[in-house]
T-cell receptor, first 112, second 114 residues
Framework: EAQVTQNPRYLITVTGKKLTVTCSQN?????MSWYRQDPGLGLRQIYY???????DKGDVPEGYKVSRKEKRNFPLILESPSPNQTSLYFC???????????FGPGTRLTVT | GENVEQHPSTLSVQEGDSAVIKCTYS??????FPWYKQELGKRPQLIID?????GEKKDQRIAVTLNKTAKHFSLHITETQPEDSAVYFC?????????????FGQGTRLTINP
């Protein structure tokens, strides 16, 4: 089954404790992206990747890191999480030049 | 950078009537305008998109119009049905080497009343 998976789906952590949210797709998509969703603010793009080893900043990259060492995986790293990073996070992927993005199920992160 | 404003934030229509959601954007370099639908507790799904070289696109009951001069685009849903109830997001951005750099609007909660 073609899909985008994210892990964990739910996470409660404390300020400053490094964490990684994984994203994996099995559709051989070149393009992958991370978004955060907050009430009243819609979706905001954090980082995106055009292919392996090629990443770029979206609208709200501060406090986040990404890497794209393999085509199928695009992990989101929070080196020192803060409460303002409490949010619902979505990973998405698409074929390059085919613009329908397939979203993962979301990861709800709470930073206390 | 790009800024996208979406209106209204909530919209309630009678089943069978039409619904219109409007978005404005600020960056004239934007060339790609998708619309996503998100049902409660679900992930966003693309319902229609338009490129800047096209003024209008239609897919069954859904249509999108783009006015590049005025920097606004709209989603039109005709003959609304209860399953159209959801939050709709517009977005504007650039296609860069086949990748999408997007800024989303704040969302419109559409409720279809039976």
């Amino acid at each position: 089954e073609a899909q985008v998976t994210q892990n964990p789906r739910y996470l409660i952590t404390v300020t400053g404790k490094k964490l990684t949210v994984t994203c994996s797709q099995n559709m051989n998509h070149e393009y992958m992206s991370w978004y955060r969703q907050d009430p009243g603010l819609g979706l905001r793009q954090i980082y995106y990747s055009m292919n392996v080893e090629v990443t770029d900043k979206g609208d709200v990259p501060e406090g986040y890191k990404v890497s794209r060492k393999e085509k199928r995986n695009f992990p989101l790293i929070l080196e020192s999480p803060s409460p303002n990073q409490t949010s619902l996070y979505f990973c998405a992927s698409s074929l390059r030049y085919h613009y329908e993005q397939y979203f993962g199920p979301g990861t709800r992160l709470t930073v206390t | 950078g790009e800024n996208v404003e979406q209106h209204p934030s909530t919209l309630s229509v009678q089943e069978g009537d039409s619904a219109v959601i409007k978005c404005t954007y600020s960056d004239s370099a934007s060339n790609y305008f998708p619309w996503y639908k998100q049902e409660l507790g679900k992930r966003p799904q693309l319902i229609i998109d338009i490129r800047s070289n096209v003024g209008e696109k239609k897919d069954q009951r859904i249509a999108v119009t783009l006015n590049k001069t005025a920097k606004h685009f709209s989603l039109h849903i005709t003959e609304t049905q209860p399953e159209d109830s959801a939050v709709y997001f517009c977005a504007a951005g650039e296609i860069i080497q086949g990748a999408q750099k997007l800024v989303f609007g704040q969302g419109t909660r559409l409720t279809i009343n039976p």
